[in-house]
Each structure stands twice: as C-alpha cells, then as structure tokens.
C-alpha cells in the first residue's frame, strides 16, 4: 500500500464553521506534512510532524490546528476560516531523510 | 535552505526528449536533489531523486555535475500526458521537513 488518502476530497465550509481534513497512510512513515496550494502556485509548507511530534509549524495562523492521533493519521482541525483560505491541502509522508514523499490527492477547501 | 530556480515554463513536441534545468547554488553537504511532477488538482509524484552524478530509472534521468550547484532533469520521448509543473526540491527531506517547493517549471508537450 503506497497511497497516501485524504477525507474529504471536497469541502465547503462557512466562515463560522468547525471542520476537520483527514490523512491516513499505512507506509509505516515517520513524517507527515500538511501543505496549502495556492491555484497556480506550488504547495506551501504548513506542517511537519516527526514522530508524532509537531516539528515544523511555518507561521499557520491558529485558525489552523494539526493533529496526530497516531503514527497512520493526521489531522487539520480548521477553525474560523477566512475566503482566502480557499484552497487544495495536500497531506504527504515520507519514511525519513532523503527518501520520497507520497502525496495525497488533497482536500479542495472552499470558504464562504 | 538552498533555494532553487527553474524556468517558469517549457514548450516541447511529442517524441522529443526534454531537458530542465535547475539551480541551487547554495546546496550543503547533506543535500539531495529530487524532481516532483503535479497535475492539476493532484498532488505531486515523485519523479527522480539523486546527489551526485547520473541517476537514471524508468520514467527520467537525473544529472548532477560535479559542484552539484545545478542539476538537470531528463524527459525522454515525451508525450501529450507529460504536461505538467515540474518541481526541483533540494534538502535532506523526511523529517528535516526540507519538503519546500520552488515555482516549478510548467511543461506544455504539443502533438
């Protein structure tokens, strides 16, 4: 099993609204990544997560709120969401240095 | 972390072999090299990754010259279904979180 699977593929969601996206992968990898991207940009850094540890939070407002549950699932607790968050999140994991990273197929978030 | 630059877009025709290029002049020691291709509304594959010289699988090849301050990612025989953003990533990757993505180079293969 080489995917990495996100829930839900689409979301729409109000600005007052609390949901959560979900990752699962059962690689056995010990880093998981959250991305943002942007249409027609590239995937922005969020969050790294080592060994269940959040290891790299890259400045996210707090209306963004990682979860690792396990070493197969992360979350993103989303909180308050403003339209310019509006975008594709991507979830990765990869085994450890220098080894590729498996790329979800993302959440497309639109905020209204 | 070493930052990269790539064209911003190619234009190629079906069967030719395809070349791009990517710098990073301030690569470290303990840096590798790796090539992601995404698809509109799909996450990035992963393509190719190397340190040094010629690294060579099934879908591209990968060189790597000697002061490794730039490297070039190798197309062969490309088709209509090789159009796509190509991102160059260098770092040490997994739990470094080194995972950071340049603008990527946009490659539009014509019939």
């Known amino acids: 099993d080489t995917e990495v699977t996100q829930t839900p593929k689409h979301l729409v969601m109000g600005m007052t609204n609390k949901k959560s996206l979900k990752c699962e992968q059962h690689m056995g990898h010990r880093a998981m990544y959250w991305y943002k991207q942007k249409a027609k940009k590239p995937p922005e850094l969020m969050f790294v997560y080592s060994y269940e540890k959040l290891s790299i939070n890259e400045s996210v407002p707090s209306r963004f709120s990682p979860e690792c549950p396990n070493s197969s699932l992360l979350n993103l607790h989303l909180h308050a969401l403003q339209p310019e968050d509006s975008a594709l999140y991507l979830c990765?994991?990869?085994?450890?240095?220098?080894?590729?990273?498996?790329f979800g197929q993302g959440t497309r978030l639109t905020v209204v | 972390l070493a930052k990269t630059t790539q064209p911003i877009s190619m234009d190629s025709y079906e069967g030719q072999e395809v070349n791009i290029t990517c710098s990073h002049n301030?690569?470290?020691?303990?840096?590798?090299i790796t090539w992601y291709q995404q698809f509109p509304s799909q996450g990035p594959r992963f393509i190719i990754q190397g340190y040094k010289t010629k690294v060579t699988n099934e879908v591209a090849s990968l060189f790597i010259p000697a002061d490794r301050k730039s490297s070039t990612l190798s197309l062969p025989r490309v088709s209509l279904s090789d159009t796509a953003v190509y991102y160059c990533l260098v770092g040490e990757g997994g739990s470094q979180g080194n995972l950071i993505f340049g603008k990527g180079t946009k490659l539009s293969v014509k019939p």
């Open positions: 990765a994991s990869s085994h450890g240095r220098r080894s590729e990273a498996f």
């Open positions: 301030n690569i470290a020691t303990n840096d590798y």
